[in-house]
């Protein structure tokens, strides 16, 4: 992106075009108790060079690590024509396409993005992307809540969803009296227990997310859970990784009519994982829904000469009024993710994405195979799972892991700061990126190092 800075001239003439004396004005819309004039974590201004420099360190700490962790990020295959289309010129402005006969490109691909996204959640319609799951997860919560119609708005939050993406929650939902109340899991299976629910539901409960695969790995009794919901008149919200779905049976057809709501990570369609981000959220939902989704959707139709084009048929209340009363949030750099998945979605094609899913999961079975023959390492979980298992070890899981991170393999997640209950336990993803030397030399450092041994230094 160009850097394009301002004079104080500049600003000057800004401010006097818009009819103001100084910057400060256009924040008196926020809460004078909400502005922080110092964030603490955030360093002083740094020379282009410094922050160059600082930057290389920080990615150099990152690359060519054997990378187990996954919790919500995964490491995928992705052709190299991907991002040389998605880095081209025509999509570098690809800011929100008002103007459709100027933007008939960005109107088309995001067209392409929700036909895929809803074929593959097999739900009606999709929006054009969120800032990523975790807010995704909030905005169809938000979005259950107004469908409720009720004062009293409860929604069920199982102890299986993302750690972060509750936390995510809490903070966007908090200030709009929306009670989370949390689900525990079955302490065997790992994933929410149907006994329990019924205690919970109300006429004050809105909605049930539904997690699959779960924070743990394991696969939820999605169609059992789904019409437990519709049977209380509980909207259903499925959070879901999308890859997994071109393998199980996608958010739609789960129980007797499918979930109300789906929603989730983009990452692992085309996105790498880039230190953490950026990322993007998606969501789903069915046609009767369609007026409370957040974001915004592209229809096709026909000019006055019959030809094809690509028009916004619906935008949500999000930038054309005062941002307190806006209903969703999306940006111009979420759009460049999308469209990097659709280019990624288009040559895969469906075979390609299930091939990559059946990979995943058939690296991880492989791996769990190989751990379990370690003395001290127990899986910990009886569901079924994806690519994601809990392994508890018989030393302190973040020694261990450290230990390992020295041989430059990210050994996994460890559950203890999030999940208090599972100390020395740890979540292992392995995808088709894994080889089985790969798989082998985390048995082998794993299973050296909780025999008391020293470390095999690599690389």
Known sequence: MPFIPHTKKDVQEMLATIGIDKVDTL?????????IAKLDNVLEGLSELELSQ?????????????????????EHFIP??????????????????YQAEASQGSLQLIYEYQT??????????????????????????????????????????????????????????????????????????????????AKFATEDVAALVIPQPNFFGALEAVDELTDWARDHKIFSIGVVNPLAMTLLKPPGQWGTNG??????????????????GPYYGFLCCKQALVRQMPGRIVGQTVDLDG????????????????????????????????????IFMSLMGAKGLRRLAELSHQRTRELTVMLQTIPGVQQVFSAPFFNEVVFKINKPAKEVLAELAKSRIQGGYALSETYPELQDCILIAATETKTSVDLAMLRDQLAHLLAGGKLVCHG
Request: overall charge positive; charged content about 20%; hydrophobic content about 40%.
């Open 307 to 342: 030809k094809r084009g690509f028009v916004l048929t619906l935008q949500a209340r999000e930038q054309h009024i005062r941002r307190g009363k806006a209903t969703s949030n999306i940006c111009t750099n979420q759009g460049l993710m999308v469209t990097a998945s659709t």
């Open 54 to 74: 600082q930057m290389e360190v920080r990615a150099e700490s990152d690359a060519q690590l054997l990378c187990f962790i996954g919790a919500g990020a995964y």
């Open 80 to 97: 190299a024509a991907v991002w040389q289309i998605a880095t081209r010129g025509e999509f570098m402005t690809a800011y929100t396409p």
């Open 259 to 276: 979930v109300d709501i789906a929603c989730g990570e983009g990452q692992p369609l085309g996105i790498p994982l880039a230190s953490g």
């Open 116 to 197: 895929m996204m809803a074929n593959l959640m097999q739900l009606d319609v999709s929006n054009a992307s969120l800032y990523e799951g975790a807010s995704a997860l909030a905005e169809a919560i938000l979005m259950a809540a107004r469908l409720h119609k009720k004062d009293k708005v409860k929604i069920l939050l199982p102890r299986t969803v993302h750690p972060h993406y509750r936390h995510t929650v809490e903070t966007i939902v908090k200030q709009q009296a929306i009670e989370l109340i949390e689900v525990p899991y079955h302490k065997t299976t790992g994933r929410i227990d149907l006994n329990l629910l």
């Open 27 to 35: 924040f008196e819309e926020i809460p004078k108790n909400l502005r």
